[in-house]
């Protein structure tokens, strides 16, 4: 059984960094993607970034260029470096992985709040 865990999360200024990190429990595994996606009160569970193992990686447009996802394959985690925070980056942001297998597993999500 797989169990993601995020962390890194909290309250930041406008214009501050955060980073989040995901560890995905268990062994032997083989994954196609790991990513986050963020769900803002009211709205929408939305894509934030993805990345393959072999280091590719897709954003949405709101976070091109302020944020950056990256891994660690052998310690299987993920990261979200977010940088220039804005308050419309507020949500609880979700960990997602997707095997090989294509069983997909969703993190306990992390609050992320963007305020002055």
């Known amino acids: 059984q797989v169990q993601l865990v995020e962390s890194g999360g909290g309250l930041v200024q406008p214009g501050g960094s955060l980073r989040l990190s995901c560890v995905a429990s268990?062994?032997?595994?083989?994954?196609?993607?790991m990513g986050w996606y963020r769900q803002a009160p009211g709205k929408q569970r939305e894509l934030v970034a993805t990345i393959t193992p072999g280091g590719s990686r897709n954003y949405a447009e709101s976070v091109k260029g302020r944020f950056a996802i990256s891994s660690d394959n052998a310690k299987n985690t993920v990261y979200l470096q977010m940088n220039s925070l804005k308050p419309e980056d507020t949500a609880v942001y979700y960990c997602?992985?997707?095997?090989?297998?294509?069983?997909?597993?969703w993190g306990q999500g992390t609050q992320v709040t963007v305020s002055s």
């Open positions: 268990g062994s032997g595994f083989s994954f196609v993607a």
């Open positions: 997602k992985l997707v095997l090989v297998t294509y069983s997909t597993y």
